[in-house]
């Protein structure tokens, strides 16, 4: 009996260790290393908006450009979120800031506690990007918040994802890597306008910020 006992015990704590070795990489960052991957990802956006074939920016405004505005380096909007999947969700037309209406198919939900309170936001993948290798694996978070207009832009930012980035069910969600979509530097653009569902009702002081 004994012998059992100890065997149980034993396949007990390896079935915990190989939980947690598949979920160590989706742990929160320390601090430190947090804010050095932020500056990184606002390095590499600021250097996208000089690219003058990348940029968005109108041809009169790039001159002048200096640098995104960003909030400051939000570590508590850095959350591990749980991915709920969905595989039977159809495909459906997503509103842009135009009448173009590219297709996109609910992914799964992003279940999260941001500001005191659980949160949730739904991940949708682009059946036009489906169509090319290099973004097959895209997956696209599209939300509000109520910065919006105040401090952020008032349409809306994004928050782009991987599916290599969903670990054992989970990923860590970083709002601080949250951009504005192309249609708040120029018109001309079209943009998917985030659904009803992901509008969260607190303030997200993180990531890109925008006068209007």
């Known amino acids: 009996m004994r012998a059992f006992f100890l065997c149980l015990v034993s396949f007990l704590w390896l079935t915990v260790a190989a939980a947690l070795a598949q979920t160590a990489d989706v742990l929160p960052l320390t601090p430190a290393e947090h804010a050095r991957q932020v500056a990184a990802f606002q390095q590499e956006l600021n250097a996208e908006f000089r690219d003058s074939t990348r940029t968005p920016l109108p041809r009169a405004a790039r001159k002048a450009f200096t640098g995104l505005s960003f909030y400051r380096v939000n570590y508590a ?10 595989s039977l969700a159809a495909p459906f037309p997503m509103q842009t800031s135009t009448t173009r209406r590219p297709l996109y198919r609910k992914y799964g939900v992003l279940e999260f506690m941001l500001g005191g309170k659980p949160r ?33 832009y008032g349409g809306g930012r994004y928050l782009d994802l991987r599916r290599g980035q969903l ?38 002081e993180a990531g890109v910020m925008s006068e209007h």
């Open 77 to 86: 909007a850095c959350v591990r979120a749980r991915f709920v999947p969905d």
């Open 120 to 152: 949730q936001l739904t991940v949708y993948q682009s059946l036009d990007l489906q169509q090319n290798p290099e973004y097959r694996d895209y997956l696209f978070v599209p939300f509000t918040d109520r910065t919006n207009g105040r401090g952020s």
């Open 167 to 204: 670990r054992s069910g989970q990923v860590l969600l970083d709002f601080n890597r949250a951009y504005n979509p192309y249609c708040a530097y120029q018109t001309g653009y079209s943009c998917p306008v985030p659904p009803p569902e992901n509008r969260l009702g607190t303030e997200v």
